[in-house]
């Protein structure tokens, strides 16, 4: 089950300047950009004991979904919450503030390897051989996590795939499966 706490009331307001300060402790230092559910900033954890200051807060405004995008919401915080493997994204917390479901994830400075594939290309280069391989290993070995927890992804592409200093981090997992038995529950 994830951390979960009411951290305000007001309304939900999009966060932009970094004079905001979401849950007493998180200080919007830039947007990273909006997805079909809400936006994306990077943020600085005013409270973080171990100096791992940068995070990701994700925000997506609960009066703007479906009832079943709100459970979905929930339910990606939840299913991140029981994951804890290098090569998956480090979840914090989540909780409401100002009407919003805000899920706080970590931080990869790297950006994503879309994005790196990009770059690449453009300077007209190519990952070496060895990048690709090392890559590709933690990958698998997060997806092995993953799966012997009997959670697919559903939504593995590279825009999905983060960077963090040489390694990899499985992130978004708004389309992720749980399998119950012999069901999977999508969430």
Known sequence: MPRFQEAGSSQATPLSSSSDLVAKRYIIVQSLGRGSFGSVYLVQDTKDPDGDTLKVLKQIPVGDL?????????????????????????????FLDRDAFCIITEYCQDRDLDWKLEELSRAGKSLPETQVIDWLIQLLLGLHYMHD?????????????????????????????KAHGTLFLFV
Do not use: C, M, W
């Open 66 to 94: 479906r009832p079943d995008e709100t459970v979905r919401a929930t339910q990606e915080a939840q299913l991140l919450s029981q994951l804890n493997h290098p090569s998956i994204l480090s979840f914090y917390q989540s």
């Open 149 to 177: 927890r009997r959670i697919i992804h559903r939504d593995l592409k590279a825009k999905n795939i983060f960077l963090k200093r040489n390694l990899v981090k499985i992130g978004e997992f708004a389309a992720a499966a």
